[in-house]
């Protein structure tokens, strides 16, 4: 499985995440995807508490099966780590698992 994520969110900061075949960034994401609407990172994020309440440690994104999503993951109240994926172009949520 391919994986190739554009930027990533971890404890309040983002940083650059950079695309293991080219060192450049996002680049495969760019020409594939700008004519699309997408969500964005922080609609994801939204999307994804709204669902699995907590506080959210790390996002990034990322191609698993051919689709774009944000892999959010989350930290619960009572110390349970989800990861949660939410798909860049619909919004909807693709998978929810403890991890």
Same mark, same amino acid.
């Given at each position: 499985m391919t994986r190739i994520a554009r930027r990533m #969110? /971890?404890?309040n900061h983002y940083y650059? #995440?950079?695309n293991r075949y080219n060192n450049r960034q996002g680049t495969e994401y760019d020409n594939r995807y700008s004519g699309y609407r997408q969500i964005s990172i922080e609609e994801a994020m939204n999307i994804a508490v709204g669902r699995v309440p907590?506080? &959210?440690v790390k996002v990034e994104? *990322?191609? *698993?099966q051919g689709v774009w999503v944000y892999e959010v993951e989350i930290i619960t109240a009572q110390g349970v780590k989800y990861e949660v994926e /939410?798909?860049?172009n619909t919004g909807n949520i693709v998978? &929810? *698992?403890v991890d």
């Open positions: #969110y /971890v404890n650059p #995440y950079f907590g506080q &959210i994104l *990322e191609k *698993e /939410v798909d860049m998978k &929810i *698992e």
